[in-house]
């Protein structure tokens, strides 16, 4: 259940109650794809840097360890040891973009694995089977994400198909959860708004989903060609058309100044892997922008990643020591930076927070940005 406990202009300030505990928005989840963090981070350290939803794949735990193996663990919250809410993506995305031959039809998604080429059908039974299996806090509906550039046509067709889904996995959703044996019986459905950069086609999709009264509703397809100024259009067209009492997910995005310009139009729930990937290749981000470690002007620099951080890493030890893992090439270099950078995400959302509380989010989203971009 979703509570609408402040806005400020159109930026939105609740609260999510789930089985697995309530959580505030806007938020990001950290994006664990296979019941894990890319960086050797441990569960404890979710807890640690304030981690409120831990964001993992369909596809990729159906593949490994296999969702019947995490059912018969108890599933995914015992499987990891983590008592928060999971949201598990539907595994759609990942049939379109990983696998290297696949057949659409109406039933759903023949593909082949990308681990070991073996053949694999999914549609939107199989995919609620398999969060079901995984029993996640939140499961995605299953649904096409054609890439952009996409002719009107087959954007229009796909997003028609898609909705179909929908209907089929909320179904099967209200079948699985009144099985007696299915671990979370609570477990909750958030349908996918598609169309691309067509926001016509958008707009229909919104309010013909939102007819569904679904638990929430994303916004997908986007960060995925489109500028960012196409993207914001998009965003600010669309979310009138969804319900304002439900809350709004940006799948896949992104950048810190990303974040700030959705919330700005609206939006609740964020994931992305940037804070995480770019952490493993060096990259740190701060209140003064983006900071490469590999740079030699930090060889000597005693000073911690961000002096305005309270994350582990940045109350104890330097951008030269950092410098040096990397260079080293030291796993605990990779590790730090994502500890940081998972925690400078998640205090972001909690500064949002209490902006949006204090009738101030314009002002502090104006320089938090400033910050950015002036650099050090």
């Known amino acids: 259940m979703y509570r609408l406990l402040h806005t400020d202009g159109n930026a939105k300030r ?21 019941a894990a963090i890319k960086g050797a981070l441990s569960t404890e ?26 059912k018969k663990l108890g599933g995914i ?22 696998a290297k031959l696949r ?49 009107r046509d087959y954007m229009e067709k796909s997003v028609a198909r898609t909705e179909r889904w929908l209907v089929r996995c909320k179904k099967e959703m209200d079948r699985l959860n009144s099985l007696p044996d299915t671990i979370n019986k609570n477990q909750m459905l958030f349908g996918i708004n598609q169309g691309g950069t067509y926001t016509d086609i958008r707009i229909e999709n919104a309010k013909r989903i939102s007819e569904l009264d679904l638990d929430g509703y994303a916004i997908g397809g986007l960060a995925v060609g489109e500028t960012h100024e196409e993207m914001y259009e998009t965003i600010e067209k669309v979310i ?40 493993r290749h060096g990259h740190a981000y701060t209140n003064h922008g983006k900071m490469n470690m590999h740079n030699a002007k930090y060889e000597f620099d005693e000073r ?30 990779m590790r730090f930076l994502v500890i940081h950078n998972l ?12 902006a949006i509380d204090h009738d101030n989010f314009k002002e502090y989203k104006k320089a938090k940005i400033e910050g950015f971009r002036a650099g050090e």
């Not at 040891?81 to 990983?98: A, E, I, K, Y």
């Open 103 to 151: 057949n659409i039809a109406e039933e759903g998604v023949t593909f082949r694995s990308h681990i070991d080429g073996h053949k694999i059908f999914m549609g939107p039974e199989q995919s609620m089977q398999i969060q079901s299996n995984i029993a996640s806090t939140i499961a995605m509906a299953f649904d096409e994400c054609p890439g952009l550039p996409c002719e």
């Open 14 to 34: 609740g609260e999510f109650v789930t089985v697995h505990g309530t959580v505030q928005t806007p938020l990001f989840m950290n994006v664990g794809t296979a």
């Open 240 to 279: 009138p058309y969804l319900p304002k009492e439900k809350p709004t997910y940006l799948m896949g995005v992104g950048t810190p100044e990303n974040i700030l310009e959705s919330v700005e139009r609206g939006v609740d729930f964020f994931d992305c892997v940037y804070p995480s990937r770019n952490g």
């Open 304 to 333: 911690p990643l961000d002096e305005t951080c309270d994350c582990p890493v940045c109350r104890r030890y330097s951008r030269a020591y950092i410098r040096h893992l990397f260079k080293a090439d030291e796993m605990l270099g």
């Open 343 to 354: 925690r400078f995400y998640n205090k972001m959302m909690e500064e949002i927070r209490d």
């Open 45 to 70: 350290d979710l807890e640690n840097i304030g981690t409120q939803v831990e964001l993992s794949n369909t596809y990729h735990l159906h593949l490994r360890p296999g969702d019947e193996t995490i």
């Open 77 to 98: 919250h015992k499987f990891m040891s983590w008592n928060r809410p999971v949201l598990t993506d539907s595994g759609g995305f990942q049939v379109f973009s990983l």
